[in-house]
Nanobody, 119 residues
Framework: QLQASGGGLVQAGGSLRLSCVAS????????VGWFRQAPGKEREFVGR????????SYADSVKGRFTISRDNAKNTVYLQMNNLKPEDTALYYC??????????????WGQGTQVTVSS
């Protein structure tokens, strides 16, 4: 199970950096995806990073504003969110995803971290 942290309340145009860590196991061999769920909506894909950290992909709604990176020495994956908008308000999760660009999560979900963007 992966745990996301670092959420908070921020004004529109602001930035936050989320972290994703695994308890009891290494993330180094896995591609990791970020997902979010806003109230009343289904969980949606935000972006993913390959296990090497070389390849990333993003949902159109966050492209150019969000950046995913990883530090395998720290067993941590990051989601840097810049120029945040009120529509980015959601509970953010991370999860392992399949290889070859897959966006399908296959691990259990952690509790997520709340991001709230005020206008």
């Amino acid at each position: 199970q992966l745990q996301a942290s670092g959420g908070g309340l921020v004004q529109a145009g602001g930035s936050l950096r989320l972290s994703c860590v695994a308890s009891g196991r290494t993330l180094n061999s896995y591609a990791v995806g970020w997902f979010r769920q806003a109230p009343g909506k289904e969980r949606e894909f935000v972006g993913r990073i390959s296990w090497t950290g070389i390849t990333t992909s993003y949902a159109d709604s966050v492209k150019g504003r969000f950046t995913i990176s990883r530090d395998n020495a720290k067993n941590t994956v990051y989601l840097q969110m810049n120029n945040l908008k009120p529509e980015d308000t959601a509970l953010y999760y991370c999860n392992t995803v399949g290889g070859s660009g897959s966006r399908e999560p296959f691990g259990s979900w952690g509790q997520g971290t709340q991001v709230t963007v005020s206008s």
